[in-house]
């Protein structure tokens, strides 16, 4: 009956409404209600991932939602990463300080 | 070596930190940080290049579907320098366009580029004498990236899968209050985590205002795999005080 028993704390966050604050703070909207489940699916699964990388990191690094939480990892690589890595990158492998270049 | 670097704490010497938005331009934005950051160091003269010039007059001519570091230095000695941001500013948009590279001034330009040798310490005593270089990094775990030192295995994070070029900037080691308990096999020892900061081209609002740190000295997602650094050399007439690499 004391005050303290009635007042919990703050409640955590549901799932949709972290999306939403998501949304807020990097302005994001989505086109329908299928893309918004579609995105709000993905969002979860790389909550779900970020704690994950959490736990298995050694160092100090912190992961959780950041402005790519709504994109699939093949998303984000195809967006951010260049595919030109593979093939190219082998051309140049050994030629560390000879000054000399593949001919390629 | 010292113990620790970071020329961002040296005025005018690191940009300010870019969005590439939608065009895969990493490589050309990391080029375009590690020629502006040799310059101010062996100039002593702060400039902002363009790196929409090296997108537009890229060999390849699709500068947005990503490139090597290598293509930006091979351009920029191609055109003879590069023009400034301001006369040759980002499109922020997907596309490239026609190279304008003889229209504008140049204000910076190179001499060489090179690859250094793939060991950290290395890497190290280069980028504390010398100046900021680029590497090239697996950028997986960049997703999820909030702030703090990320310490990957070679599982969580393999080496050999790159694909992602930024400018490494300093180094150091972790200060106690961001310290981990370490759970050895004989006792509990605190340990300090020596990383590196990077700085990323996603803008401001992601990561540690836009930088990131890595651990130093396990190859940590491939960092030793494309250390690459322009070379700009000392101006004849000016013989100024050698610039060092704030701790």
Known sequence: GSLRGQDPGPRPLKLKEVFTLFQIQYNRSYSNPAEYAHRLDIFARNLA??????????????????????????????????????GRALNVDGKVGSGEWAQS | VPRSCD????????????????????????????????????????????????????????????????????????????????????????RTHKCQAKKYQKVAWIEDFIMLPRGELGMAQYLATEGPITVTINMKLLQNYQRGVIEATPITCDPQQVDHSVLLVGFGKSKSKEEKWAVSSQSHTRRSIPYWILKNSWGVNWGEEGYFRLHRGSNACGITKYPYTAQVTKPVKKQQQRVTCPP
């Open chain 1, 49 to 86: 991932q970020a704690q994950r990388l959490q736990e298995e990191d050694l160092g100090t690094a912190e992961f959780g939602v950041t402005p790519f939480s709504d994109l699939t990892e093949e998303e984000f690589g195809q967006l951010y990463g260049h595919p030109r890595a593979a």
């Open chain 2, 7 to 94: 020329w961002r704490k040296a005025a005018g010497v690191i940009s300010p930190i870019k969005d590439q938005k939608s065009c895969k331009c990493c490589w050309a934005i990391a080029a375009a940080g590690n020629i502006e950051s040799l310059w101010n160091i062996k100039h002593r003269q702060s400039v902002e290049v363009s790196f929409q010039e090296l997108l537009d007059c890229d060999r390849c001519g699709d500068g947005c579907s990503g490139g090597f570091v290598w293509d930006a230095y091979m351009t920029v000695l191609n055109y003879s320098g590069l023009a400034s941001e301001k006369d040759y500013p980002y499109q922020e948009n997907s």
